[in-house]
């Protein structure tokens, strides 16, 4: 887990890459979760993200080539406007 000496666009919290022990059982899916999947998991049980609480998330900005924060974006709204993505789409923020 994290990311080399060698990687410029790392920041100092990704770093230094080590090993790491998960000290139970766990499960991955094979597929991504999809936005319906998520919106199902959130209707279900009442899972509110960090970027809903807090009002923010942090959205790539590709103009730019880097991570900025973004006022009103959450799962639901990615880019902070009203334009609500596909369900079938995998989802893009995890805060």
Same mark, same amino acid.
């Given at each position: &887990? %994290?990311?080399? =000496? @060698? ?5 100092? @919290?990704? &770093? ?5 022990? !998960?000290?139970? @059982?766990? *499960? !991955? $899916?094979?597929?991504?979760? /999809? ?15 960090? $970027?809903?609480?807090? %009002? *923010?998330?942090?959205?790539? =900005? +590709?103009? =730019?080539?880097?991570? %900025?924060?973004?006022?009103?974006? +959450? *799962? ?7 334009? !609500?993505?596909?369900?079938? &789409?995998?989802? /893009?923020?995890? /805060?």
């Amino acid at each position: &887990m %994290g990311n080399g =000496d @060698d990687n410029a666009l790392a920041y100092g @919290d990704e &770093m230094p890459q080590h090993t790491w022990e !998960i000290p139970y @059982d766990y *499960w !991955i $899916a094979r597929f991504p979760v /999809t936005n319906a999947q998520f919106a199902e998991f959130v209707r279900s049980t009442s899972f509110v993200t960090r $970027a809903e609480r807090e %009002g *923010w998330c942090w959205v790539w =900005d +590709s103009q =730019d080539a880097k991570w %900025g924060k973004q006022q009103g974006a +959450s *799962w639901k709204h990615p880019r902070a406007n009203n334009v !609500i993505v596909p369900q079938t &789409m995998a989802r /893009t923020h995890f /805060t």
